[in-house]
C-alpha cells in the first residue's frame, strides 16, 4: 500500500505562489505515475499534472495550469512538487495528490490540501 501526505497549502493573494509537495511511503512500486488533481466545489475532479517515474519523467498538464504549474518528482526522496504560479482564483480547490501505477492499475490518494486563492 501506498501512502500519500500532503503538504503545502494555504490562502494566497491572487498573482502569488504555492509549491505543494506529496511524500509517499510504503510499496512503491516501480512504474509509475503520480500527480496532482484537483476539486472545486460543484465541480469535477480534474488532473492539474502528473509525472511519470521513468527517466524521461514525461509531465502532463491541464491547459488551464500550463505554463503556470510546473510538477517535479525526486524518486529518491519519494517525494512529488507541484509549484504553483500566477496563482488565479479560480485555481481555488482541494488538491488531492495521486500515486498510480501502470503495472496492476493500483491507485492511492492523498487526504487532499486546500488552496485558496482570494485578495
Known amino acids: 500500500q501506498v501512502h500519500l501526505v500532503e503538504s503545502g497549502g494555504g490562502l494566497v493573494q491572487p498573482g502569488g505562489s504555492l509549491r505543494l509537495s506529496c511524500e509517499a511511503s510504503?510499496?512503491?512500486?516501480?512504474?509509475?505515475?503520480m500527480g496532482w488533481y484537483r476539486q472545486a466545489p460543484g465541480k469535477q475532479r480534474e488532473l492539474v499534472a502528473s509525472?511519470?517515474?521513468?527517466?524521461?519523467?514525461?509531465?502532463n498538464y491541464a491547459d488551464s495550469v500550463k505554463g503556470r504549474f510546473t510538477i517535479t518528482r525526486d524518486n529518491v526522496l519519494n517525494t512529488v512538487y507541484l509549484q504553483m504560479n500566477s496563482l488565479k482564483p479560480e485555481d481555488t480547490a482541494v488538491y488531492y495528490c495521486?500515486?498510480?501505477?501502470?503495472?496492476?492499475?493500483?491507485?492511492?490518494w492523498g487526504q487532499g490540501t486546500q488552496v485558496t486563492v482570494s485578495a
Open positions: 495521486n500515486f498510480r501505477s501502470f503495472i496492476s492499475g493500483y491507485d492511492s
Open positions: 510504503g510499496s512503491i512500486f516501480r512504474r509509475n505515475v
Open positions: 509525472i511519470t517515474d521513468g527517466g524521461s519523467s514525461t509531465t
